[in-house]
């Protein structure tokens, strides 16, 4: 089985400063469902067994649009609600995600507010390795997720949830700016990841969940795959910028 793990949950805030009305990010379009980012990522993404979404925000919408606007993956399509969309970080979605997971099979997991090229995700796609992604774009704390190579070459991130400053704590061999993409060739390792965390890191950032999976592997247990044309739509200005890239 081919999973992907799409988490569509959060409140918005910063897109929604420029809108009209209350909207999720990756339901937001110009001219044609097809160019919002939810549907972007359906298109870019290859074929799956099984998409699981979770949402929690304006998730009538989400059900709405999945209805309408998605009709040709009704039957692959899980969607998972959230209920603590508000009170928990991100990697409480991550987890609903995994949680829906019962059959054995590789696990691809997107963040819903990137957009990015089919042919740099076919990479991904077809590795038969985990995956880790980066992509080019300059590091700055008030909004990156870094990724760091350390002495003895496992990969550590970082994430400072008040977009102040970014600590390393210990000697590296690389540093670069996280792809927010991954994928898990075993989800029986993902399941078992998950399980050693706390009930508080569960309520914290998704990078919990990744670095319990990734962090203990050697460099030839996973790829690196970087995405050269690669953005993160926080805002609307940041969607303006990717709809003429859309197809």
């Not at 019962?102 to 390795?129: M, R």
């Not at 990734?214 to 969607?239: H, K, L, Q, R, S």
Request: net charge negative.
């Amino acid at each position: 089985m081919k999973y992907l793990i799409i988490t569509v949950a959060g409140t918005a805030t910063r897109f929604n400063r420029d809108t009209e009305e209350d909207t999720l990010k990756c339901l937001y379009y110009i001219d044609n469902p097809r160019f919002s980012l939810l549907y972007q990522l359906f298109n870019n993404c290859g074929d799956y067994d099984k998409y699981i979404i979770v949402g929690g925000y304006c998730f009538d919408k989400l059900e709405q649009f999945i209805k309408n606007e998605l009709r040709e993956y009704h039957d692959k399509i899980q969607l998972v609600y959230n209920e603590h969309f508000k009170d928990f970080g991100s990697g409480y979605s991550l987890f609903k995600g995994i949680e829906a997971i019962k059959e054995f099979g590789e696990v691809t997991f997107v963040e819903g507010d990137l957009f990015f090229k089919a042919d740099t995700f076919k990479q991904l796609y077809d590795s038969p390795k985990n995956v880790i992604t980066i992509n080019r774009e300059p590091i700055f704390a008030n909004k990156a997720v870094a990724l760091y190579i350390n002495a003895d070459d496992k990969p550590r991130y970082l994430y400072d949830t008040n977009h102040n400053t970014l600590i390393i704590p210990e000697a590296f061999k690389a540093i670069f700016n996280s792809g927010q993409m991954w994928k898990f060739i075993s989800s029986d390792i993902l399941h078992q990841a998950v399980n050693t965390l706390s009930a508080k890191q569960l309520q914290g950032t998704n990078l919990e969940i990744i670095q319990s999976y990734f962090g203990n592997m050697n460099n030839n247990e996973y790829e690196i795959v970087a995405f050269p044309d690669w953005f993160n739509c926080n805002t609307v200005a940041d969607y303006l910028k990717v709809r003429s890239l859309m197809n």
